[in-house]
């Protein structure tokens, strides 16, 4: 019943700019805690950056100071603004929410397909 879809991915030069975002779609009554995650080629997926439904946010080491997470609670969407771009940033990024439903209100986990993320030299 429930949908995460990232988009905003793509291909971008060492030191720009890219925004993701993660709309939710279905049956939702409540949006707690949303995340990015990433998992790059031969690495063991990572938490990027959190952000509570209070809008309490939490960065990786790695990001601190280039990425901002954001939310918009009246378009359940979550947004991942990214910028200075390193190579090391390459990665699959996955965006993730615990939902509850409106016909289960027991918050469930629930992930995106995940979107590309190409920074080149």
């Known amino acids: 019943q429930v949908q995460l879809v990232e988009s905003g991915g793509g291909l971008v030069q060492a030191g720009g700019s890219l925004r993701l975002s993660c709309a939710a779609s279905?049956?939702?009554?409540?949006?707690?805690?949303m995340g990015w995650y990433r998992q790059a080629p031969g690495k063991q997926r990572e938490l990027v950056a959190s952000?509570?439904?209070?809008?309490?946010?939490n960065y990786a080491d790695s990001v601190k100071g280039r990425f901002t997470i954001s939310r918009d609670n009246a378009k359940n969407t979550l947004y991942l603004q990214m910028n200075s771009l390193k190579a090391g940033d390459t990665a699959v990024y996955y965006c993730?929410?615990?939902?509850?439903?409106?016909?289960?209100?027991?918050?469930?986990?629930?992930w995106g397909q995940g979107t590309q993320v190409t920074v080149s030299s």
């Open positions: 993730n929410a615990a939902i509850s439903t409106g016909v289960i209100k027991i918050p469930n986990d629930y």
């Open positions: 279905g049956s939702i009554f409540s949006i707690n805690a």
């Open positions: 952000i509570t439904s209070g809008g309490v946010t």
